[in-house]
RNA sequence: GCCGGGGUGGCGGAACUGGUAGACGCGCUGGAUUCAAAAUCCAGUUACUUCGGUAGUGGGGGUUCGAUUCCCCCCCCCGGUACCA
């Protein structure tokens, strides 16, 4: 009698079969090869979405089918817990971050669970507890002492009537979210790490990541920007005073027909006050968002300041000009402008009647036309006087060591990475453990003391962060001094806190460091999952923080990451699920409705994990329909009892295209698993196994033999991908031992080989036959039996053979005149 | 704007190293089963075709015996752009 598919029935009862036996509770074994696998952990905030089933789906296949290779696994899971959504609940439904957060986890921890994904759970974190913050806010208070960690001021955007700092994503179009006020630009001080410190490091140890996508290493390359230019001072007239620019083509030096400082520069700011045009802009460039696609796409402007500079060769006058597209953060805030050979230097002396000198002429025989646009290629250098003829390349030499002769510049390396500014102005953080007193200036807040508990009792009502206006929280003694002294309210940027908890997974229990022992077992990562929009920022943080807790003696390792995975999103009708567009599915329903292990299949077959992945109803009723027929396949085999000894040596041609089949898709399956990381591909390759077994209408006593082989290699092949439903069918095919617990099976190599391989027969690079021919035909033969081929005769007869290409057990290319 | 990725049947995708374009799945069509439906099973499914073939992987050009794959130019979509996580 057949027992029916039921999955919630399977489900529950093989997780609660893994929860006693605690499967996937994991303690370092010297004596086996560890395997670290790491989906990056989500965001509390209420319930999955379907791009955390893809994430943690493609984290526990990888676990599950290295766990069947025999090394120890390590997959923890834990819980992103500060920032802005909590208190924007806060707001809206009126409770406390803290508990609204910690609310979402348990429900959460729920689902994931339902989803069967193999967790220890005894190493699960919130960022959000004391436990967890506080060795941040330790980390944080070594690197102060050791001068990595510096204030300064820095741009926010500033909504002038809810009189609070918007991020980002609270601008709507330059406007506040919630009040709809034009927002401004606000310069307030703030903490920042010197991440640029490391960015020498951290652009060359790109190259130990050969297990990263080279995209990504491209893309934080991109970021880090190493550029090597000259430092270049110009003089101002009627002052002493020098305005230093940086420039990666000083050969164009002799065409600077003006200088442009950003609107924030000192000098701008210095002008502005006699200046009311001036002053005028720079208040309109404080109306600009602080964003960099909205500051790079703002219309090009700028304004005199009336100030003229002194070209350090020539001495001669080229006016100052404040422009928009000058960034502060950048270089030295100042830039020389070479409208001849820069593109958007030339479009503003265009726009503003600015002189347009050439300097650089092409060396081969390259177009250009100043009067349409800007020559921006290397070359050789003209109208520059004692520098004319020389190349581009010589020319960067001569001119900056003609500058540093003459102390007016030199050659330095820039990079475009800007240190990271952690300072947040909100409640839902860490504490930054810094006590600012009025006679000893900022002070850390000593160990003993930390760490500084954010209270969790308080109201958040969207007019800036409750601990600003909580004494008790930031009145306190100077640690130095014992003067009155007020603590920090800002709280760090909650990329603090995902910058290293890969690392506190691995001793997540330990209240005395913030590491210990276990670190360097685990480290690093061996295969890091997470979506692709953290190629830059997160993935960069996490390994300057490895860096720094390296320099601390924490790790010893100079990468947190080993191999990183980057997966799509998921897409409903071709745009990312989002509640704003009204286009989400629940994972819940999905789970409820069909089953988990449903779900997991669905979610790896639909898209290779890099690709985004389309959504569709119907595409799960597939997966769906796969399962239900392999779980009758298994029924109806065993029901037919026993199952005799294998016999290879008597089986029949049919039996043996099976067997190869068998081991064919094994040799794929485990390289698509295991490599290419494609599971998309290896679940399609057992689907066709499986479609050729229901195809076998042979049920003799080997048959039945060879058919229980497939069955159980199906099996193995899909309980990484869906689990529960394999745990109880290999039960069902006669096993003792679980699923889980059994080894990844081997290939039978004898069954892979081949008497007679089918060859395509083109004529011109045209499909125009096939051949069947023995596996080790020579050129000679194979090319005797193409062109004997009726097909083949058709198209090749009167006509002269120039060429014929034989490409070994795949096709033979005949070459004709006409 | 800048950086990165993508574009293949009606749809999701496959083709891994330049060598059978469209595996596998969805959908659709026809059939079987059924009182009927659902479910299930079987067959077919790029377009055009004089049934020999011809065209075809966003558009245009190039390299090659052979290009979805390599090169050049262009178009469109998506991600990131430093305070969303």
Known sequence: MQQEYIPADIETAVQQ????????????????????????????????????????????????????QGKNVL?????????????????????????????????????????GLGYDWERELATCTPEYYRWEQWLFTRLFEKGLVYKKTAAVNWCPVDNTVLANEQVVDGCCWRCDTKVEKREIPQWFMKITDYAEQ?????????????????????????????????????????????????????????????????????????????????????QMETSEAAMETAEKQGVATGLMAIHPVTGELVPVWAANFVLMGYGTGAVMSVPAHDQRDYEFANKYGLPIKQVIE???????????????????????????????????????????????????????????????QRYWGTPIPIINCPDCGAVAVPEN???????????????????????????????????????????????FESSWYYARFTCPDNDKAMLDERADHWLPVDQYIGGIEHAVLHLLYARFFHKLMRDEGLVSGDEPFKNLLTQGMVLKDGTKMSKSKGNTVDPQALIDQYGADTARLFMMFAAPPEQSLEWSDKAVEGSNRFLKRLWRSVQEHIEQGEVAELDIDVLSDELKALRRQIHQTLTKVGDDIGRRHTFN????????????????????????????????????????????ICHQLWQLLGHDEAVVNVSWPQVDESALVQDKVELMVQVNGKLRSKVSVVADADKDAIELIAMADENVKRFIEDKEIRKVIVVPGRLINIVVAG
């Not at 834990?78 to 609310?103: C, H, M, Q, R």
């Not at 940086?246 to 700011?269: F, N």
């Not at 009145?475 to 709280?491: H, K, L, S, V």
Request: charged fraction near 20%; aromatic fraction near 10%.
């Open 17 to 68: 079969w893994w929860h006693d036996q605690q499967t996937f509770r994991t303690v370092e074994d010297p004596h086996k090869e560890k395997y670290y696998c790491l989906a990056m952990f989500p965001y509390p905030s209420g319930q999955l979405h379907m791009g955390h089933v893809r994430n943690y789906t493609i984290g526990d296949v990888i676990s599950r089918y290295q766990r069947m």
């Open 75 to 115: 997959q923890p899971m834990g819980w992103d817990a500060f920032g802005l959504p909590a208190e924007n609940a806060a707001i809206k439904n009126k409770v406390a971050p803290a508990s609204w957060t910690y609310d979402n986890i348990d429900y959460m921890r729920g689902q994931l669970q339902r989803l």
């Open 202 to 286: 951290l652009l060359n140890d790109l190259d130990q990541l050969s297990g990263w996508p080279e995209q990504v290493r491209a893309m934080q390359a991109n970021w880090i920007g190493r550029s090597e230019g000259v430092e270049i001072k110009f003089g101002i007239t009627e002052s002493d005073e020098v305005l230093s620019v940086y420039t990666t083509r000083p050969d164009t030096l002799m065409g600077v027909s003006y200088v442009a400082v950003a609107a924030e520069h000192p000098l701008a700011l210095r002008a502005a006050q006699t200046n009311i045009e001036l002053q005028t802009f720079i208040e309109q460039c404080r």
């Open 362 to 424: 092409p060396t081969d025989s390259a177009e250009y036309d100043l009067s349409k646009a800007a020559f921006t290629a290397k070359g050789a250098l003209i109208n520059s006087q004692q520098f004319d003829g020389l190349t581009s390349a010589d020319a960067f030499n001569a001119i900056a060591d003609f500058l540093e002769q003459q102390n007016k510049g030199e050659k330095q390396v820039n990079y475009r990475l800007r240190d990271w500014g952690v300072s947040r």
């Open 449 to 495: 003391d930390l760490p500084v508990r954010l209270p969790e009792d308080v109201v958040v009502d969207g007019s800036g962060s409750p601990i600003k206006s909580m004494p008790e929280f930031y009145q306190c003694a100077c640690p130095q001094c014992g003067a009155a002294a007020e603590r920090e309210t800002d709280t760090f940027d909650t990329f």
């Open 681 to 724: 591909t290896a679940i399609a390759a057992v689907m066709e196994l499986m479609n050729t077994l229901g195809k076998l209408t042979d049920n003799s006593e080997q048959a039945r033999a060879v058919i229980q082989e497939a069955l159980e290699i199906a099996i193995l092949m899909l309980s990484p991908i869906t689990p529960h």
